[in-house]
Every structure is written in C-alpha cells, then in structure tokens.
Nanobody, 113 residues
Framework: QVRLVESGGGLVQPGGSLRLSCEAS????????IRWYRQPPGKERDFVAS???????NYADSVKGRFTISRDHAKNTVYLQMNSLKPEDTAVYYC???????WGQGTQVTVSS
C-alpha cells in the first residue's frame, strides 16, 4: 500500500523560498505521476504542479516561473521548490497519486510579514 508524506512547510516572509518534499513508500516509477495541490483557508483545493516518468512537468499559471517540481528516484521523493512566495500562496499543500488515489496529510505554508 502506498503512502505519501509531505514535509518542509512553514512560515516565510513574502519574497522568500521554501522547498516541500513528498516522500513515497514505493518507487516513483510505479506511481508514475505525482501532483501537488494546495488548499487556501476557506477555499477549494487547486492544482499546483505535476511530474511524471515521461514528459515535461506541468504548472498552474499562478506559479509558473516561481515554482519548480523535481524528483529524486533514489529517495522516492518529489520536491516542490517555491521561490518569490506571495501571501496568496498561503495554503495547505498536498501531494497526490491518481494511480493509487492517495493523498498525503498535507503541510502548511504561510507567507506573511
């Protein structure tokens, strides 16, 4: 059974950076696509970025040029590097696999001065 565990969230000032991690309990090759979503307070959960075994990553328009998704197969981990953070990036960030229909527990990101 697959598990995804997010980490790396925290409080950061506007313009700052954070790197989130999503560690899988199985090989990333077996999962194929990992997606990051986020859910701001009182709002719906929205797509942020995705990465798969073949092809280019995809990003939401709101994060293009600021966020970068990558993976380390040796560590079974997908990363989300977030730069130039804005207050509107404040949310709980989740990683998800459609193949196993499994959500991680989420990690809180707060962008505030």
């Amino acid at each position: 059974q697959v598990r995804l565990v997010e980490s790396g969230g925290g409080l950061v000032q506007p313009g700052g950076s954070l790197r989130l991690s999503c560690e899988a309990s199985v090989s990333l090759f077996s999962i194929d696509t990992i997606r990051w979503y986020r859910q701001p307070p009182g709002k719906e959960r929205d797509f942020v970025a995705s990465i798969r075994n073949v092809g280019s990553p995809n990003y939401a328009d709101s994060v293009k040029g600021r966020f970068t998704i990558s993976r380390d197969h040796a560590k079974n981990t997908v990363y989300l590097q977030m730069n130039s953070l804005k207050p509107e990036d404040t949310a709980v960030y989740y990683c998800y696999t459609a193949r196993y229909d499994y959500w991680g527990q989420g990690t809180q990101v707060t962008v505030s001065s």
